[in-house]
């Protein structure tokens, strides 16, 4: 079993849709998360971080936490074409500092 | 603000050959990362060290050696290339704590034949 587990997609929404992203992990110790977001050919740029149960908002981002069933998600509001990408979500493992990425889940905004 | 800075940006390499990919931060971060990235594969994790003096395996480390040189430089060595390490590598560097974003660099595109 991966650490971190992504759907691969692509998913394809409507321009102005909501798109959701989701990812679990293995390790329950984990403390921090995070969603990063590639464009091809480039590197990844970080989007949103979070470590406490719940929701976090930044702008038409929100990330949401759930350590009990070990998943977070991401959840991208009014999306635009320029928001296709492949977004990456990252777990790091508290203590050791080891940072790993799911596989990406690649979206697709319909204009 | 160079950032995270890696050289070379492309190579080919012939299988059996060495070589070493190079990466300096100037952001004064403990963690430094190799990482590799091929189609569909997200990030998968070589090697990574948390502090200087410091190295730990990733996901992937076979046919890879690293070595933390001091603070800014984490270099990462391929001793007998396979045409299985073709891939784009990508280093990063954070700060160690909660909630740290990881920089990276622009990537290093390697081919082996």
């Known amino acids: 079993q991966k650490e971190v587990e992504q759907n691969s997609g692509p998913l394809s929404v409507p321009e102005g849709a909501i798109a959701s992203l989701n990812c679990t992990y293995s390790d329950r110790v984990s403390q921090s998360f995070f969603w990063y977001r590639q464009y091809s050919g480039k590197s990844p740029e970080l989007i949103m971080s979070i470590y406490s149960n719940g929701d976090k908002e930044d702008g038409r981002f929100t990330a949401q936490l759930n350590k009990a069933s070990q998943y977070v998600s991401l959840l991208i509001r009014d999306s635009q074409p320029s928001d296709s990408a492949t977004y990456l979500c990252a777990v790091l493992m508290d203590s050791s500092y080891k940072l790993i990425f799911g596989s990406g889940t690649r979206l697709l905004v319909r204009p | 603000n160079a950032g995270v800075t890696q050289t070379p940006k492309f190579q080919v390499l012939k299988t059996g050959q060495s070589m070493t990919l190079q990466c300096a931060q100037d952001?004064?971060?403990?963690?430094m990362y190799w990482y590799r990235q091929d189609p569909g594969m997200g990030l998968r994790l070589i090697y990574y060290s948390a502090s200087e003096g410091t190295t730990d395996k990733g996901e992937v480390p076979n046919g890879y050696n690293v070595s933390r040189l001091n603070k800014r430089e984490f270099s990462l060595r391929l001793e007998s290339a396979a045409p299985s390490q073709t891939s784009v590598y990508f280093c990063?560097?954070?700060?160690?704590?909660?909630?740290?974003?990881?920089?990276f660099g622009q990537g290093t595109r390697l081919t082996v034949v």
């Open positions: 952001m004064n971060h403990n963690s």
């Open positions: 990063a560097s954070s700060e160690n704590g909660l909630n740290t974003e990881a920089f």
